[in-house]
Nanobody
Framework: VQLQASGGGLVQAGDSLRLSCVASGRTFSTSGMAWFRQAPGKEREFVAAVSRVGGHTFYADSVKGRFTISRVSAKNTLDLQMNSVKPEDTAVYYC???????????????????WGQGTLVTVSS
């Protein structure tokens, strides 16, 4: 599985941005999918995920109510709609695929086997 993330850029606080991740391979439909991010000098952290069964969504508290994760299985794409962005959202954003990942582990990066190259989001104040 290969993941290609795009959509990052420089935006101002309060703006909106949409990240996309295109997956190649056949495991997309059987994988939990997620976005993680890594800010400068910090560890990578969970942002949002969507389960492989039922399409249940999960969010970090810091983005809940502002970000929306969605997947379109027919197109093998995973999107992250980011609204009301804040300077603290500045980070490199990574999409990830976890074949067979279970819900209880969906926030744990160790559950994901495939990672995209990352796309940089910079939010100015």
């Amino acid at each position: 599985v290969q993941l290609q993330a795009s959509g990052g850029g420089l935006v101002q606080a309060g703006d909106s941005l949409r990240l996309s991740c295109v997956a190649s391979g056949r495991t997309f439909s059987t994988s939990g999918m997620a976005w993680f991010r890594q800010a400068p000098g910090k560890e990578r952290e969970f942002v949002a995920a969507v389960s492989r069964v039922g399409g249940h969504t999960f969010y970090a508290d810091s983005v809940k109510g502002r970000f929306t994760i969605s997947r379109v299985s027919a197109k093998n794409t995973l999107d992250l709609q980011m609204n009301s962005v804040k300077p603290e959202d500045t980070a490199v954003y990574y999409c990830a695929a976890g074949p067979g990942i279970i819900t209880s582990n969906i926030r744990n990066e160790r559950g994901y086997s495939y990672w995209g190259q990352g796309t940089l989001v910079t939010v100015s104040s």
